[in-house]
C-alpha cells in the first residue's frame, strides 16, 4: 500500500492533462483530501454547495460522481440545492442551525460540506460553519481550505482536473491501493 503523498505525486505526474501546477500544490492539496476521502469511508454523505457561478460545476460532479463505469460502490454526493430548494432563503445564524439540525437528522452517520466558490458568496456561510467541510474556496486564503483564483484563466479546466484527481482517489483509498494514515 502507497502513502498518499506519493501516491498523489505519481498520479498528478502520470496524468496527461498537463496537471504539473498541482505539484506545489499537493502538500495543501494532500492533507485536505485525506480527510475528506476518511470521512467517505466512514459512509458519511457529501453536500455540495458552490456559489452561483460554479452551479454548472456541482451539475458535473453529480453526474460524473457515480458513473455506471466507475466499477466501484455509489457515493452519497448530493447538492444542498437538491437538499433544500430553498437554501438561498438562509440568512442569519438561527436559520443555519436549523438547516444544519435537518441534516443531522437526514444523515445519522454524519455529512460533510464540499463548498466550491468565492469566499464571500453568503453560501459559503453554511459550509464554513463546520471545520469538517472540504472547501476549494476562490479569492481568498482561508485556513483548511484549497485556495484557487477567479482570475485563472485556466481556472474551469483546473476545477475539473481537481475533481478527476478526488475521483481517482476516492478509488484509490476504496480500492485499498494507498493508505492514508499520514497524510
Known amino acids: 500500500m502507497q502513502d498518499f503523498l506519493k501516491w498523489t505525486l505519481d498520479t498528478?505526474?502520470?496524468?496527461d492533462s498537463m496537471m504539473s501546477w498541482m505539484e506545489e500544490?499537493?502538500?495543501?492539496?494532500?492533507?485536505?483530501?485525506?480527510?475528506m476521502l476518511k470521512k467517505i469511508m466512514q459512509a458519511q454523505s457529501v453536500i455540495l454547495v458552490t456559489d452561483m457561478q460554479r452551479e454548472w460545476f456541482c451539475e458535473y460532479i453529480l453526474k460524473s460522481i457515480n458513473k455506471s463505469n466507475n466499477n466501484r460502490p455509489l457515493l452519497p454526493f448530493l447538492s444542498l440545492k437538491s437538499l433544500f430548494p430553498n437554501f438561498e432563503?438562509?440568512?442569519?445564524?438561527?436559520?443555519?442551525?436549523l438547516l444544519?439540525?435537518?441534516?443531522a437528522?437526514?444523515?445519522?452517520?454524519?455529512?460533510n460540506f464540499f463548498y466550491i466558490g468565492k469566499g464571500n458568496d453568503s453560501r459559503m456561510q453554511i459550509a464554513?460553519?463546520?471545520d469538517d467541510s472540504f472547501m476549494w474556496v476562490l479569492d481568498e486564503q482561508?485556513?483548511?481550505?484549497?485556495?484557487l483564483s477567479s482570475n485563472d484563466d485556466l481556472l474551469d479546466i483546473k476545477l475539473i482536473q481537481?475533481?478527476?484527481?478526488?475521483?481517482?482517489?476516492?478509488?484509490?483509498?476504496?480500492?485499498?491501493?494507498?493508505?492514508l494514515g499520514n497524510a
Open 128 to 130: 464554513k460553519r463546520s
Open 162 to 179: 481537481l475533481f478527476r484527481l478526488l475521483d481517482k482517489s476516492i478509488d484509490a483509498v476504496l480500492f485499498a491501493e494507498v493508505s
Open 100 to 103: 444544519e439540525n435537518m441534516l
Open 25 to 35: 500544490k499537493r502538500f495543501e492539496w494532500v492533507p485536505l483530501a485525506s480527510a
Open 12 to 15: 498528478i505526474r502520470k496524468d
Open 142 to 147: 482561508l485556513q483548511n481550505s484549497f485556495y
Open 89 to 97: 432563503s438562509i440568512k442569519t445564524k438561527e436559520d443555519i442551525e
Open 105 to 111: 437528522h437526514a444523515f445519522p452517520n454524519g455529512y
